[in-house]
């Protein structure tokens, strides 16, 4: 029975914790790639972490138009979901701060890149579903992939009307992955369940 509501609370940290993180790292990537401020899937972006984010920018000013304030504030609620589902997986005496840190920025690290992975999927079916659709979700989608397919269209151009450049973002995305972040997992002794992002 104890075992059954630890997996269900460890379940609800996940998913309540993961939205949030979501929110505000989306907020981030939104920022950084210059994305549409007025519309609405922003604005209720804005308005869910500006409640997290506005204190924390007083102490944590943006750089060059990267509001590292919300990054920190990813890693340190990663830290703080970690450290709970630690205690509730009964683990938590039994990892120091420095690895939960560092757990907490691999589950970062491995979130941005599901959002990138995720949003290059959505992107790729709703260009041969809906190509001129003005969904906010689908624009926002746009502008946070834009400015690395811009990059890599520099490398790999369309060529014959057929844009082949997804597949090796998506490529470069599955490299990261598995080299980095489930490497550094491995060597950490990484235990997913109680990790964001993983």
Do not use: C
């Not at 689908?138 to 502008?143: A, E, M, R, S, T």
């Not at 490497?183 to 990790?195: C, D, I, M, N, T």
Request: glycine share 8%; net charge positive; hydrophobic share 55%.
């Amino acid at each position: 029975m104890g075992s059954s509501i630890s997996q269900s609370l460890l379940l609800i940290i996940n998913t309540l914790g993961g939205l949030y993180i979501f929110a505000v790292v989306i907020r981030f990537l939104l920022q950084a790639a210059r994305a549409d401020f007025y519309n609405p899937v922003s604005q209720a972006i804005v308005k869910i972490t500006a409640p997290l984010v506005t204190p924390l920018r007083k102490m944590i000013p943006g750089y060059k138009g990267f509001d590292f304030a919300s990054l920190i504030l990813a890693l340190l609620l990663n830290i703080v979901a970690t450290s709970v589902m630690l205690l509730v997986a009964g683990g938590l005496g039994l990892v120091d701060l420095g690895t939960i840190i560092a757990w907490s920025s691999i589950g970062l690290l491995a979130f941005i890149l599901k959002i990138y992975k995720y949003g290059l999927l959505i992107s790729i079916i709703a260009s041969w579903i809906a190509p001129y659709s003005g969904n906010p979700v689908l624009l926002l989608i746009h502008q946070l992939l834009e400015p690395i397919m811009k990059k890599v269209h520099k490398v790999i151009p369309p060529m014959g009307g057929l844009d082949f450049s997804p597949i090796f973002v998506f490529l470069g995305i599955q490299v990261v992955e598995t080299m980095l972040v489930q490497g550094l997992a491995q060597s950490l002794r990484l235990f997913p369940p109680v990790v964001i992002g993983i």
